[in-house]
């Protein structure tokens, strides 16, 4: 028995070719359906609480007027930043005079504040929008010609 695709001739047989027929596979997109996405901006009032610290300094100015021979620097004592203020008195000579120190004292506070504030928050609503199924063409994909348009 012979294959079906080896063809035999004698002489004297005709050899009829048939039709061959072939398959071509395309794909296209299809839209099914749409969504719209929207947001919405809500206010509402908050009240804020938070500690905020202040610091305040204290001048005190305490007079010494006592005769030094060196300028003395700045010290602390404990929490007091003591600044010495020095003044050039003219005798029959020169001589420093301690006139007075500045004494500065910090101190700090917690304070507890309320504000009221406005806060946003932001939410998408997602709406399902229906349209009929249109082919959607790849930008690699040449459009596939429509059956029901008119050939030119």
């Given amino acids: 028995m012979m294959a079906d695709n080896e063809s035999v001739r004698e002489e004297g047989d005709a050899f009829i070719p048939l039709h061959d027929e072939s398959v071509t596979v395309d794909?296209?997109?299809?839209?099914?359906?749409?969504?719209?996405?929207?947001?919405?901006?809500?206010?509402h009032e908050a009240l804020?609480?938070?500690?905020?610290?202040?610091?305040?300094?204290?001048?005190?100015?305490?007079?010494?007027?006592?005769?030094?021979?060196?300028?003395?620097?700045?010290?602390?004592?404990?929490?007091?930043?003591?600044?010495?203020?020095?003044?050039?008195?003219?005798?029959?000579?020169r001589r420093?005079?301690?006139?007075e120190e500045l004494h500065i004292r910090k101190s700090r506070r917690t304070v507890e504040v309320e504000q009221p504030v406005t806060l946003r928050s932001e939410e998408a609503v997602?709406?399902?929008?229906?349209?009929?199924p249109s082919p959607v063409h790849s930008p690699n994909q040449p459009p596939s010609p429509n059956p029901n348009s008119p050939e030119e």
């Fill in 96 to 99: 420093l005079m301690l006139r």
């Fill in 27 to 43: 794909k296209q997109r299809v839209e099914r359906s749409r969504v719209r996405v929207t947001t919405r901006v809500s206010e």
């Fill in 48 to 93: 804020v609480r938070e500690s905020l610290e202040h610091e305040e300094a204290t001048v005190t100015r305490v007079p010494i007027d006592r005769e030094i021979d060196a300028h003395p620097g700045i010290r602390q004592e404990g929490d007091v930043t003591v600044i010495p203020l020095v003044e050039e008195v003219l005798v029959v000579e």
């Fill in 126 to 132: 997602v709406e399902r929008v229906t349209t009929p």
